[in-house]
């Protein structure tokens, strides 16, 4: 039986909230579907849960929106309040609730993600941290994503990793093995423990601890030459050479070199609140990463201690620093010591500095944080005026937050395909940008019809709307690439399924960036450098280039099937099977008889045309 949110049923509200007691502990927020949507920690339980039902207005957007879900509360009562944060921490880990994420995962920055849930992990950057596998790990995220893609390309130059995320052939390593960049993992070439321990060499760069890396790094070196493996020591001496030639550039002036430290600061505005952490090691900054939230979430002090909490969750205990530098006291400061005292093992001394080479520290920290601050408040400013000028232009009854762009791609009907993007707020949210491939039977090579393709795409887009009398993710705007045709086409679905007016649908045509309404013979009277349309320009091109990217694929993958189609008994499932085995016509092309009797279903003769069929081709 699914239950009625706490909000909308008072009497059982007021039940549990007299049942909460005003210690310290652990609480759980649980939703319709029971599970658990946010864990909390708090020095006295009942106030704490209280203030979430008492004045919903002054949530932040995010609790607010979590209050809403929240059917039933459970709570575990602890000794102390160090032992509800250690608790909180390792149930969070477990349970990884979606609302316990202060920073805002907006794809801003890159994180690098080590996959430790494979035999064989893998190293990449991506900016979108997702629950995944509860053994990979996420170090960042980093703001400059440039030095990050250096760093990664150069480690990838250092140590032997794995430079695939999947075997370029099935029975022998790639020239990557040959140049000595990887150590043949696809075939197994060296033990998933050796190959972990080269990993883990890697993960000490991204976790801030180079200087214990070198370390050792030079004992492996020694070692080596007493041994008289010369070739060995040699290597070590290289990759040696590289981390220190990775470092440089990095030292942070007026920093006590003995010392590693983490510095935080923050700056705020209305609307954003942007925090930056720098990692400081033996003087030297080998890490900076940022943050996001929003304004109303608490005060400066909270917002420290939280994004602290969270980001030391999240890591090694020996990546926690002797010293944390932090702009200004904590509200529960020394509860955050003794806790990350108890997770390193030695003790952690938060500190607010007050003169010295630490507080210049703190404040560069704070400028490079406003200028981040300043740039995303810019860009911020000018969606904000782009979306108030598109509700002018086109008018709207308010801003169009969600913006769906459609556009149809091909060439003469051939490998038809449709994209869809979608704008949140003026930007790309690429999470919810989707491929179609246009299933008419009557387009097709030599037929094209954009008409009957948008009519298609339109219809099963918002099929599901239709089926489930839902207005759940409606768009407050769908912008059809093409001019008065290509509109009446989806006006007339739109009307099949009666879902005309329930969202406003333009069209804006490429030659003259003219936008078109409905039932409307003439283009809008527009300025095409003026904000709005300039927002449409952007939704439209980027549904041009998702599109076009998918129709590239796709006759890519066409045209090298074509080729085997020519062969004389090879159908689809075996042409299927060469490309599985060879990944390229290139490659079939320059194998030999013996490596195409390998491939599952083929036999000699078949092999033989195979073979023939290329060379004879070459010859003539």
């Not at 007691?21 to 006295?44: C, H, N, Q, T, W």
């Not at 038809?416 to 299933?439: C, E, L, M, T």
């Not at 993958?557 to 689809?572: A, N, V, W």
């Not at 033989?608 to 060379?615: A, G, L, N, V």
Request: proline letters at 4%; charged letters at 30%.
């Amino acid at each position: 039986m699914i239950k009625l949110p706490l909000l909308d049923d008072k009497s059982r509200l007021d039940s549990i909230l007299k049942a909460i007691p005003a210690e310290s502990g652990v609480y759980f927020m649980r939703d319709e579907l029971d599970s658990i949507i946010y864990i909390g920690k708090s020095k006295k339980l009942r106030s704490r849960i209280r203030s979430y039902f008492r004045d919903t207005q002054s949530l932040s957007t995010r609790i607010a929106c979590m209050v809403q879900k929240v059917t039933n509360i459970e709570f575990i009562v602890t000794d102390t309040e160090a032992e509800a944060l250690t608790l909180e921490a390792n149930l969070i880990k477990k349970h990884q609730p979606y609302f316990n994420v202060l920073l805002k995962d907006d794809k801003k920055y890159p994180y690098v993600c080590i996959t430790w849930s494979e035999e064989y992990p893998r190293i990449f950057i991506t900016r979108k941290r997702t629950k995944g596998h509860k053994k990979d790990r996420y170090y960042g995220p980093y703001v400059d994503s440039g030095n990050l893609r250096e760093t990664l390309a150069l480690l990838k130059e250092i140590f032997p990793l794995r430079q695939r995320p999947k075997p370029l052939f099935k029975h022998r390593p790639c020239l990557n093995y040959d140049l000595g960049r990887c150590p043949g993992v696809c075939q197994e070439l060296i033990s998933p423990e050796e190959y972990r321990k080269t990993v883990d060499k890697v993960a000490m760069v991204f976790a801030g601890r180079v200087e214990e890396l070198e370390s050792q790094l030079q004992s492996q070196m020694t070692a080596a030459a007493a041994e008289m493996e010369f070739e060995t020591a040699a290597k070590i001496r290289d990759r040696l050479f590289a981390l220190n030639s990775l470092k440089q550039g990095q030292k942070v002036e007026s920093t006590d070199e003995r010392i590693s430290m983490d510095a935080i600061a923050l700056v705020r505005n209305e609307f954003h609140c942007c925090i930056q952490l720098f990692q400081i090691r033996g003087g030297l900054m080998v890490g900076r990463l940022g943050f996001f939230t929003d304004t109303k979430e608490a005060s400066k002090g909270e917002i420290l201690q939280t994004v602290l909490e969270e980001h030391y969750r999240q890591v090694d205990s020996v990546e926690i620093p002797n010293e944390i530098l932090i702009e200004e006291a904590l509200p529960e400061g020394e509860l955050l010591t003794d806790w990350l005292t108890n997770c390193k093992g030695r003790k952690v001394n938060l500190i607010v500095p007050m003169r010295g080479s630490k507080v210049e520290l703190i404040e560069m920290v704070k400028r490079n944080a406003q200028y981040e601050l300043d740039k995303t408040q810019r860009e911020s400013d000018a969606n904000e005026k782009a979306m108030e000028d598109l509700a002018l232009v086109l008018d709207l009854p308010s801003k169009p937050s969600r913006i769906e762009g459609y556009d149809i791609s091909h060439i003469q009907g051939s490998n038809a395909v449709a994209s869809r993007v979608v704008f949140i707020d003026g930007i790309p949210a690429k999470q919810h940008y989707r491929h179609y491939k246009i299933k008419n039977p009557e387009i097709k090579i030599g037929h094209s019809d954009d008409f009957a393709s948008m009519k298609e795409v339109i219809s099963r887009r918002f099929a599901k709307n239709l089926e489930a009398g839902s207005v759940k993710d409606l768009p407050d705007l769908v912008l059809i690439d093409g001019g008065k045709g290509q509109l009446s086409a989806v006006v007339e679905v739109l009307e099949e399924m009666n879902l005309l007016g329930m969202f406003p649908v333009i069209g804006l045509a490429k030659k003259e960036e003219e936008i078109f309404l409905p039932f409307m013979s003439d283009a809008l009277v527009t300025e095409k450098e003026q904000p709005g349309v300039q927002l449409l320009r952007r939704v439209r091109d980027e549904a041009h280039r998702f599109g076009v990217g998918f129709h590239r694929q796709q006759r890519l993958k066409q045209s090298r099937r074509s080729i085997l189609d020519e062969i004389p008994g090879i159908g689809l499932e075996k042409q299927k099977k060469l490309l599985e085995y060879f990944h390229s016509v290139d490659y079939i092309r320059a194998a030999s008889i013996e490596d195409l009797l390998q491939v599952s279903g083929i036999g000699q003769n078949l092999a033989q045309e195979i073979y023939q069929y290329f060379h004879l081709k070459q010859e003539r």
